[in-house]
Structures are given as C-alpha cells and as structure tokens.
C-alpha cells in the first residue's frame, strides 16, 4: 500500500514532443506529490508539486496531472529539449500536522533521453 | 532553498572495513534524511536523522550497520559500517526547510570492493 507504481521505465521522444510519465498509488493517505528531476552523477532535485486539490498545476514547460479518483498523476513535458533528458521520479507522500513532509517514498523512475 | 553538502562525494572502500559521510546545510532546518540509491535504482529512506536523539530507521536498516548522529540543526553523519560489495551505493542527505519541500544534497557513490 505504500508503493508507488511510475512507468514508463525509460522514454525516447524527438526535440518538441510532449513526453508523458504516469504514477499509481494504493494509500488513499497520500497528499503531497512531487516530481524530481535526476541528471548523472547529481541528486535529485525538485522540480514541481502538486497537492490532491488541484487537478493541474504548470510550472514552466512541466504539467502535472492529478486524477484523485484514479489514484493516480502525471507529468507532462512540452516542448522538450535534449538538456530535458535525465531520470525523472515521482513521489509521494503524507502531510504531517503543520504542513512539513514526513518521508517521501519514490517511484521507480524513468529514464528519459530526447533527442535532437 | 538550502544549500546541502555532502562529504566526500565518492569513495573506493574495502570489505569489512567502515565510511563516515558527512552532511552539512547552510541553514537550520528542522527534518534530515538519509536515502539510498542503489545503481539504476530508486531512492529508499534509511532513516530519519533527529536532532539530539536516536535516529528513525526503515524497515530493512538497523543502527549496528547505519549509525547515524546529528547534533545540531545543520549537520548529521551516515557511516556504512562492515561494508560489503552489496553496499555499494549512492548515499543521499535530504533536508526539510520551512516551505515543506525536501531538497536533496549531491550524493556520496560508495563503492565498496
């Protein structure tokens, strides 16, 4: 129940298209989603969030989709670029009391390469 | 965000034999964490790093192999102690700041022979 479930497991899309990541999760508990963004040889870092009461949220070129119903959400990509080709994951995880982020627990991941 | 450094940034170890990585943000903050990734793999929590006591640990990570410290609010250590090939790794420090989000440091690449 604590899984979250990402496909796919690597992307190969052209300069300009709109690469789709898709996330699954069981625990209804979860209210807080985020999406990383992983280059080799660096750490993770944060890239875009969304909270259960949005079903949308755009940042720049990066979208996420959230179907509460569905138990599920979705980054999408515009326009990508080739410097867009990393390791993305999705996560997930539960709002303590005060709004702070307890632990996150990942997806697998997804290798993303666009190319030019 | 805050600025998250990780020491040292990759090593060569052998078996048997103990690594200390440190962690240090450029602010207070109130939540430290330490993830594991393994090669071509996802992030898994260890543990969670508590300001003046025991630390938190996962299902799966006990204190005798991942000692933890972190005796302020800007500083914690990880050490990976009897190493085994199976513990090559990236070791990840990850901070919580006021705004709620988790920020992570560069990573330490274990590689243990």
């Known amino acids: 129940q604590q899984q979250v479930k990402q496909s796919p497991q690597s992307l190969i899309v052209q300069k300009g298209g709109i690469p789709i990541i898709n996330c699954a999760y069981e625990?209804?508990?979860?209210?807080?989603f985020p999406w990383y963004q992983q280059f080799p040889g660096k750490g993770p870092a944060l890239l875009i969030a969304i909270r259960p009461d949005v079903s949308e949220k755009k940042e720049g070129r990066f979208t996420i989709s959230f179907n509460k119903s569905a138990k599920q959400f979705s980054l999408h990509i515009m326009d990508s670029q080739p410097g867009d080709s990393a390791t993305y994951f999705c996560?997930?995880?539960?709002?303590?009391?005060?709004?702070?982020?307890?632990?996150?627990?990942f997806g697998t991941g997804t290798l993303l390469a666009v190319q030019p | 965000s805050a600025v998250i450094s990780q020491k040292p940034s990759r090593d060569i170890c052998q078996r048997g034999t103990s690594l200390t990585i440190q962690c240090q943000v450029d602010?207070?903050?109130?939540?430290m964490f330490w993830y594991r990734q393994q090669p071509g793999q996802s992030l898994t929590l260890i543990a969670t790093a508590n300001q003046g006591s025991e630390a938190t640990y996962e299902s799966g990570f006990v204190i005798d192999k991942f000692p933890i410290s972190r005796p302020n609010l800007t500083f914690s250590t990880l050490t990976v102690s009897n190493m085994s090939p199976e513990d090559s790794s990236i070791y990840l420090c990850?901070?919580?700041?006021?705004?709620?989000?988790?920020?992570f440091g560069e990573g330490s690449r274990l590689t243990v022979l």
């Open positions: 990850s901070v919580r700041d006021l705004g709620a989000e988790l920020f």
């Open positions: 602010s207070q903050v109130t939540m």
């Open positions: 996560a997930a995880a539960v709002m303590n009391y005060g709004g702070a982020t307890n632990k996150l627990i």
């Open positions: 625990n209804t508990a979860f209210d807080y």
